[in-house]
């Protein structure tokens, strides 16, 4: 086992992309094996925060105090068997999968646009990305985990393991599910423990946000690999145009027009674009991308066909849209996505900003009324800001970039967006989590009875509440 304690080697486990400040740790801990890991926890009486890859954007993997425990060496990957099961260490990145997979015939459908994070830490803030909105979050792909507790002791739990049993592990001891009162909502979230009536094992486990247990082997449940996607981005007049396309999108019952992506920009987001992608019309006030999965190779036309078709009657400028005529296509348009967050957070860090960015979403029936309510409010508030992201799943990242003296201004907006999220049946998190810079905003989701109901969760997992200080609660 590997243990750093000088400062310039504990230094980079402080920081992730949320640029979250006054972090602390005494050393860093990389055991190379699980029985070492088990052994340290068995003898640790330390808080303890684990670290991924630390692409995070709520400081859930930057420790407090104490110890960082890295699982960097677990690295291992096998698979995938003829049932397309896949199993790895945490500390696989998801760019290394997605290699992995290359040519397998097998396809791993999460795909947050932070290609660099780790198994684990998906697993652990139940990530999710463009595609998620026809294939779901990581939950949906987890099949089986080993787990191991900040106490030393470890369980496998596989995939249909009930709550209503007890959870048993290696040395005979027992954990029940409390009874709680609360469940989740029903729609795309993020924000904290999942709870439902007899949900698995593994569906607490997953987006625990780093609090319940150490995942030390993962098997995820692979699908087959669509034989082609269809690509575009569309350039709008109007903001209001692209948002109507998206609802026609959505309830399309045409066969051909089912896309697994669909994803915004707002003209903030477009301007911050433009070096690097010159081609991009100086027209366009919005910008959505979609991906459209082509199940066999022969039915690549008829698709094309068909969205042209449905394009032609719509607002959009199909001559300055782009389509993709090849992988290389495909990948630069994944790219121009990617690009969006990662300009915004090299801007907040030139500016030692914070990230201040939303990660809410609402059902359907609330989608224009979000839009129209955003765009009010931002207006208003007259502060530097971008609005991009999942506009299929009516969850769009809000990032706000004050100048210096204006912070204060600025959580005041965000506060009103969350009033007003919550007012409408939404959730504080999508797909980020709550980490330590979301708890009052989840407080306020679930209200102070729910939140005691979901701390007695933590306290059977981690009574002396060692394990990820500061986050969800
Ligand atoms: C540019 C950019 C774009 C992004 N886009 C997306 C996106 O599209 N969708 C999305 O969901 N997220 C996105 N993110 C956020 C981030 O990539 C995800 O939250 C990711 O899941 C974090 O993984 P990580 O390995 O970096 O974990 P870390 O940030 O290191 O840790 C995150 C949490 O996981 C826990 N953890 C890590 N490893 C383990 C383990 N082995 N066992 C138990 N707990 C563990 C940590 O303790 C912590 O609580 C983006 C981030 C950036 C910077």
Redesign the pocket.
Known sequence: MIIKNEHSAVSPYLK??SNFPGSSADAVVIPETTEELVAFLKDNDQPV??????????A??IPLSGLVVS?EK?RQLEGPDAQGKLRCG??VRLREIQEHLKGSGWFYPP????A???????????????RSYKWG?TRNYIEELEIVLVDGRRATVRRGQSTRDPLVFDDGSRIVFPEIGYTSPDCKN?AGFFVRPGMDWLDLFVG????L????RIQLKLLPDPADFLSGILFFKTEEACWDLVEALRSSDEEHIRPCALEYFDRYSLSRLKTEFPTLPSFAQAALFFEQDVPDEDAFDAFLESWYEFLESREVDLDASWFSQSPADLEKFHEFR?RV??II?EENSRNNRMKMGTDMAVPDSRFQDMMRYYRATLEEAGMPYVVFGHIGDNHLHINLMPPANQRERALAVYDRLVTWILQNGGTVSA???I?KIKKDYYRRMVGAETLDQLIQIKRCFDPRGLL?QG?LF
Not at 213 to 216: K, M, S
């Open positions: 992730d992309a925060t684990l670290s991924g890859a630390r692409t995070g954007l709520t859930s993997g699982l677990f945490p500390a795909n947050p646009t932070e660099l994070a780790s198994v684990g830490g998906t697993v652990a803030t139940n990530a999710s990305g463009s979050a993020a625990s946000d780093g609090t247990c150490l995942f030390t990617h967050p990662l957070n797909e980020h989590g980490g990820g986050n």
